[in-house]
């Protein structure tokens, strides 16, 4: 009986035991490294820190486009057609006009003020010789100051505020006029014309003459960093089948609006310079250089990552455990970062 009661009691032990064991905390596992370097007696893949150069860019990309192509469009609404110039197929110049609104209006204020002008600059000039002829009388008159000679003065002053006034006024009047004209941007061939009769109207959205230029090839991109590509500027432009020096252009010249968007952008074209053209559609890069520190510390960049604005590396310490640890970083190119404390030239840290 008492064998019997033994057998059961210490399959039951037995049980326990094996359930207490899972009560127990259990060790979290150390995940393991790709096997490529060993180090302090754990096989990790690594990085050392060296000492060489690191630099601050911007980088911009650019597309490239074989042609230049401009759509015209009037940038006002609903005004008669006066004439378009331009012919499909014919060669235009820059700076050709290639079409106008109705401008009657606008020619007709320009002469009215002009006549105007006129008629005050000849009433100046009379009343600057009148002063000269008052001042001569003073001065025979012993140099006392006549009435005649201030009200003179007077007149002159009233003169040349009318003529300022009048001049701001034609200055307008002349932009008005513009604004009812279209040119040529660059050197090309008109590609398209619209169709007009009598009753048509402008429209702002409308495009009204296309000219095309295929004789250059530029890079361009609507881009934030816009300043940093002031016309006339060279600038190389990276791509994978080689480097193109290029030369910076004025947008309207390339046939691109050259107004700044809501969101701060602006238009940049660079032509290349005599070089032969990539084909088919190409994309590039400009690299600035803002600032290059030279013989600093640094890592790859893979080898270190950031919580918040801190910037830390693993390490194995003493016991053999992967340990993040607090760094301090400078410059970074995109490839390496500039190691400002906490480590030494020639340490290795683990690549994470």
Avoid at 24 to 48: C, F, H, I, S, W
Avoid at 69 to 82: E, I, T
Avoid at 105 to 111: D, G, L, S, T, Y
């Amino acid at each position: 009986m008492l064998k019997k009661l033994i057998a059961p009691l210490a399959a039951l032990g037995m049980a326990a035991l094996l359930s207490g064991c899972f009560l127990l905390p259990k060790e979290t596992a150390r995940p393991e490294l790709p096997l490529v370097t060993p180090y302090n007696g754990a096989e990790y893949a690594t990085a050392e820190v060296t000492r060489g150069d690191v630099s601050d860019e911007v980088k911009v990309t650019f597309a490239y486009s074989p042609t230049r192509r401009a759509d015209l469009r009037f940038a006002v609404q609903g005004r008669s057609y006066g004439v378009i110039l331009a012919a499909l197929g014919s060669e235009v110049k820059a700076g050709e006009l290639v079409a106008e609104l109705d401008t009657s209006a606008e020619q007709e204020a320009i002469r009215a003020t002009e006549t105007e002008l006129a008629k005050l600059r000849i009433r100046l000039e009379s009343a600057q010789t009148a002063l000269e002829l008052a001042l001569e009388e003073e001065r025979l008159q012993g140099g006392y100051s006549t009435v005649a000679s201030s009200a003179r003065q007077a007149d002159i002053a009233y003169y040349e505020a009318a003529i300022a006034i009048r001049e701001k006024r034609l200055a307008e009047q002349q932009e008005d006029l513009e604004s009812l004209r279209l040119y040529a941007p660059f050197d090309g061939t008109v590609t398209y014309v619209k169709a007009i009769d009598q009753n048509t109207r402008s429209g702002k959205t409308e495009t009204v003459v296309t000219v095309t230029d295929t004789t250059s090839a530029l890079f361009t991109t609507l881009t934030e960093e816009w300043a940093r590509f002031p016309v006339g500027e060279t600038v190389v432009v990276h791509t994978d089948g080689g480097d193109y020096l290029c030369v910076s252009r004025d947008p309207a010249d390339c046939g691109l609006s050259a107004e700044l968007t809501p969101k701060g952008q602006k238009n940049v074209c660079l032509e290349i310079l005599e070089q032969e053209p990539p084909e088919g559609s190409v994309r590039g890069e400009v690299r600035i250089v803002l600032e290059t520190r030279q013989g600093v510390l640094r890592l790859p960049l893979r080898a270190v990552f950031t919580a918040g604005d801190r910037y830390y590396v693993y390490h194995e310490d003493e016991s053999g455990l992967k340990t993040a640890m607090e760094i301090g970083c400078g410059l970074s190119d995109g490839s390496y970062i500039e190691i400002t404390e906490g480590l030494e030239e020639g340490d290795h840290v683990i690549v994470s």
